[in-house]
C-alpha cells in the first residue's frame, strides 16, 4: 500500500461562515486556502495535500456549508422508513443520497460536501462558540452521524467563547472528541496535539498519524536552524557593511558625509527587509511576504530611539560591555608601555567604552578617508562599531522569527512589530556573554567572503541555542 493511501483525508464541514477554511489553512499550513467574511465563500469542495519533502502526510477538505440540511436528513429518514432500514444500512443511505440524479441541483452544497465523506474521509465539524446553539445545527450533525465516518467536533470562537459551554454538551451526544481551537490564533504545539486527537478517531488512522507529527516536528526543527541561519546572516552582513565613494584631489570628504549615510541606512534596511522576506518564506508565509510594504509601514524605524531603547541591552549590560570591550584596548596600551602607566590606560579604556557603549543609533558607524591601492582616497562609511548595534539586530530579528514561526496560516492581519513588543524577549545572562564575545569579534576585523562564512557558521549555532519556542519540536 503506498504512502498515499495510507494518509488520513478529513473533511472540514460545518455551516457557513463558521472558520471551516481557517482551520483548513491553519491545519494544512496553506495560506492559499480562500478565506473569507461572507457566507458561501467555499463553492465546492478541495482538496489541501499536506507533504513534507513530497512525502504525503495528510489531506484537508474544504466544503461549503450546509445549506439545508433539514431536508436532506428528511430525504434520509423518509427512504429509511420506505426500506425497513436498520442503523446498518445508514451510512449506504447517505451515499444514494449523494448519487441521487436529481440531488445534485437540489442539494449542491450538501453534496459537495458529503461526496468525500462517502469516499473514506472523517469528518472534522466546525462550529463558532460565541453563537448560541440552535436546534438547526441538529440536522447537520444527524447526517453526520449517518455516515458513520469517524469524527471530531471543533468549537471555533471567532470573536467570542459565550456559548462554548453549551456547545460542548450538545457536540459530546454526537462527537466523541470535542475540541475548542481558535483556528485563526492556534499554535504550532495545539496543532500537534489536534493531530494526535485525530489518530485516535481510526485504528488504521494512528500510524500514520503519528508519523505525521514526527515529520512535522522534523520539519519544524529545520525551519528554527534555517532561521538561525538567517538571523546569523543578516547580523554578520550588517556589521560588515561599508559603503564608499572615490575622492577627487580636491573634493572634502565631509560634503558626503549625509549621502553615504543615507545610503548606509538604506542598505542596512534592504539587508533586514530581505532577511525577514527569507524568514517568511521558510515558514511558508507567502501572503506576508507579498504584503512586505505594509509590514514595513506598521514597524518602528531601525534606527529610532525607541527601537534601540526596547531591543538593545540594558543600560548596565551596555556598560559592562563597553568597559569589557575598553579594558582590553587600554590592556594592550598597558603592555605597550611595560606598566609604565601604572593600568590608567585600562582604567581611561573602560571609561570610555562604558561611555560609546550606552550611545545609540546616532553613533551608528564614522566617516573614514582611506587611500586607495592604485592611488587617490576614498571616502567610507562604516562598519558599525558600535557595541549595541548587533543587539538591536538581534532583538529584532528574534521577535520578527517569534511571531512568523508561531503564526497561523489562517492569519491574515499584518505582522506588527512594534517595541512594546519586545519585551517578550529575553538572553539569558550566559548567552548575552557569548552573544558579546562574538560581536565584539566581527566588529574587530573586515570579513572576507570566507571569514563571513566562518563567522556566520559560529554565530548561528547561538543563535539557535536563544530561538526559544513552546513545545517539543523546539
Known sequence: MSDSENAPVLAVVGHPNKGKSSLVSTLAQDDSVTIGADPG??????????????????????????????QVLAWLESRARENSASAADRARLVKDFVAHPDHLSRFPDECELLRPIVAGAGVLYVIDGGVPYGPEYEAEMEILRWTGAPSMAIINPIERSDHVEQWQAALSQFFRVVRVINAVAVDFVTRRQLLLAFGELETSWRAPIEAAVDALDEARRTQKRFAAREIAEVIVNSLSLVVERKLGSDEDPAQFREALEAEYKSSLQ????????????????????????????LEQDLFSEDTWLAFGLRRRDLVTAGAASGAATGAVVDAALHGASLFAGMVAGAAIGGVLGWLGAGRLAELKVVN???????????????????????????????????????????????????SRLALEPAARRELEKSFARLQKSRLDAAKKVEATDQLQHLIESVLVEAGPPA
Open 41 to 70: 465563500t467555499t463553492l465546492r469542495a478541495r482538496a489541501y495535500p499536506m507533504r513534507i519533502d513530497g512525502k504525503l502526510l495528510y489531506t484537508l477538505v474544504d466544503t461549503p456549508g450546509f445549506q439545508r440540511a433539514r
Open 270 to 297: 534592504r539587508l533586514e527587509s530581505d532577511h525577514r522576506r527569507a524568514v517568511q518564506r521558510i515558514y511558508e508565509h507567502h501572503i506576508l511576504e507579498a504584503n512586505a510594504a505594509d509590514l514595513e509601514l
Open 372 to 422: 586607495r591601492p592604485l592611488g587617490g582616497n576614498l571616502a567610507r562609511f562604516g562598519p558599525s562599531k558600535n557595541l549595541n548595534f548587533p543587539f538591536v539586530l538581534l532583538g529584532r530579528a528574534m521577535l520578527h522569527w517569534s511571531l512568523v514561526a508561531g503564526r497561523a496560516h489562517a492569519m491574515r492581519a499584518p505582522i506588527e512589530l512594534g517595541a512594546e513588543s519586545a
